[in-house]
């Protein structure tokens, strides 16, 4: 079989790299193309070291060859990554701070908060020191999911400077602009208003020293998503969804919104809330109410990881109105839910700072549900 370059680089003229407009070739993502006998050589050149993206890459272009040109084409894809020793980290850097983790989801309703608030205490009970920083301005909910609706934020000096002392809640230490509003006051705020109040909350806070600091971002792709992620180094996002189709549309679009050009901020994952209602009478039936399995098929179409599902069980509604994270209770199928799901985000967490030169990085040795933290 004699293979023709011209033939080869107009298939791979139909596929681009996520997150590019332009196709492979006329991006300049492939390098070279070589062929010897019946077997084809592609050289790319991609501009981030996220595996998901090359593995992605990888695979588009073995199924463009065989499905355009011929199936029994071997084929080698050869992956370089430039300028990955120098990636491009946005904003100002929180000293103390080693990793920040934005939550987000595509639309309200789908669990974002509780899940962020449940996250923030099962990396508690890891180990880690967490804090949540509640960046929904319009409606803030962790001052009632860590039960401190009456608390206030004290002033305290630090190197000359007044700072605000976060409140601590199970561990957790959280800032929220419902600290600094009555429970009937309504924010009626705009975009820079509501910035300049989030700058306050992150820079001007004694937040001490975190392993991890998580964002609670308001639904959607607006304003608050743009001021924070133009303000702060992030680490990576996860994006909440539960199963039925309207949900996982506006998840999708929170997806490509940190993978996007100007955000480029590595996607560590999906989660599903609500994926199935047990009844506490029969803990091992599951029912499918909202649908089965969405979000994990929008990760696998995504090429992004399922970071784990989390049950429709009456337990969580309910520790979130009394103030007590569900996961607290041991043993529960709730707790375990966001044991797996927590492993499976430090695990990203890892290997996203493991791509990245002398940054600090959480390094994790999980053993009989133990975890030890280090710094390098």
Not at 81 to 106: D, H, L, R, T, Y
Request: proline share 5%; hydrophobic share 45%.
């Amino acid at each position: 079989m004699k293979l023709d370059r011209k033939e080869i680089l107009k298939a791979l003229e139909t596929i681009s790299v996520a997150g590019e407009g332009k196709n492979m070739v006329e991006s300049g993502v492939v390098q070279n193309v070589m062929t010897f006998g019946d077997e084809v050589v592609v050289d790319l050149v991609l501009t981030t070291p996220a595996l998901h993206i090359k593995k992605r890459a990888e695979v588009d272009v073995m199924k463009a060859i065989h499905d355009q040109i011929d199936e029994k084409i071997k084929v080698k894809v050869n992956i370089k990554v430039e300028n990955a020793e120098k990636p491009e980290i946005k904003g100002k850097a929180i000293p103390g701070i080693s990793n920040i983790v934005a939550i987000s989801s595509g639309k309200g309703g789908v669990g974002k908060s509780t899940v962020t608030a449940n996250i923030a205490v099962t990396l508690t009970n890891m180990g880690f020191k967490v804090g949540v920083l509640d960046a929904d301005i319009y409606g803030p909910s962790m001052p009632i999911m860590f039960d401190v609706e009456n608390a206030r934020p004290i002033s305290v000096e630090v190197n000359g400077k007044s700072k605000m002392k976060p409140i601590t809640s199970y561990g957790v230490e959280i800032l929220s602009i419902g600290f600094f509003t009555r429970p009937d006051q309504a924010v009626i705020w705009r975009g820079p208003m509501a910035s300049k109040a989030l700058n306050q909350m992150i820079f001007d806070a004694d937040w001490g020293e975190l392993d991890f600091l998580l964002l609670d971002l308001p639904p959607g792709t607006g304003d608050i998503h743009l001021s924070i992620l133009q303000s702060l180094p992030v680490t990576g996002a996860v994006v909440v969804s539960t199963p039925q189709a309207v949900a996982l549309a506006d998840a999708k679009k929170g997806v490509s919104m940190f993978m996007s050009d100007s955000i480029n901020v590595p996607v560590l994952g999906i989660i599903e809330n609500m994926a199935y209602f047990t009844p506490e009478e029969l803990p091992n039936n599951k029912y499918y109410i909202f649908g089965e399995g969405g979000a994990r098929n929008l990760a696998q179409d995504l090429e992004v990881p399922f970071l784990g599902e989390v049950p429709l069980v009456q337990s969580i509604r309910e520790a979130g109105d009394y103030g007590r994270p569900a996961a607290l209770q041991e043993g529960t199928v709730v707790a375990n839910a966001f044991d797996a799901i927590v492993k499976n985000v430090v695990q990203e967490v890892v290997k996203r700072n493991d791509s990245l030169p002398a940054t600090e990085a959480v390094k994790i040795t999980t053993m009989a549900g133990c975890s030890a933290v280090g710094k390098n």
